[in-house]
Nanobody, 120 residues
Framework: VQLQAFGGRLVQPRGTLRLSCAASGSIMIISDMGWYRQAPGKQRELVANIFIGGSTNYADSLEGRFTISRDNAKNTVSLQMNSLKSEDTAVYYC???????????????WGQGTQVTVSS
């Protein structure tokens, strides 16, 4: 199984950015998918996650600026980021809780990370 995240780049404050992550492999079903971020010198933190039924959970600090979505048919998860601030600068990682074909259990998989830099 591979999780490929992309979309990170340099963006100006108050700008917008959309991250996407695609899971591939012998996937039977994906339970929850999410985005985490890690800023320099800080611990990795949850940004948002979304469950197979569509329910979502966001970090309180986002103040409603980000929106997570998923496409269950394509095994993708996206993060729409609006009104970006310098404190959003971090490496963003996607994570998915996946049950493989032929398996009876779920396991968490991580993507490789994509750099988001918010700066003028």
């Amino acid at each position: 199984v591979q999780l490929q995240a992309f979309g990170g780049r340099l963006v100006q404050p108050r700008g917008t950015l959309r991250l996407s992550c695609a899971a591939s492999g012998s996937i039977m079903i994906i339970s929850d998918m999410g985005w985490y971020r890690q800023a320099p010198g800080k611990q990795r933190e949850l940004v948002a996650n979304i469950f197979i039924g569509g329910s979502t959970n966001y970090a309180d600090s986002l103040e409603g600026r980000f929106t997570i979505s998923r496409d269950n048919a394509k095994n993708t998860v996206s993060l729409q980021m609006n009104s970006l601030k310098s404190e959003d600068t971090a490496v963003y990682y996607c994570k998915a809780n996946i049950r493989l074909t032929g398996s009876s259990t779920f396991r968490h998989y991580w993507g490789q990370g994509t750099q988001v830099t918010v700066s003028s």
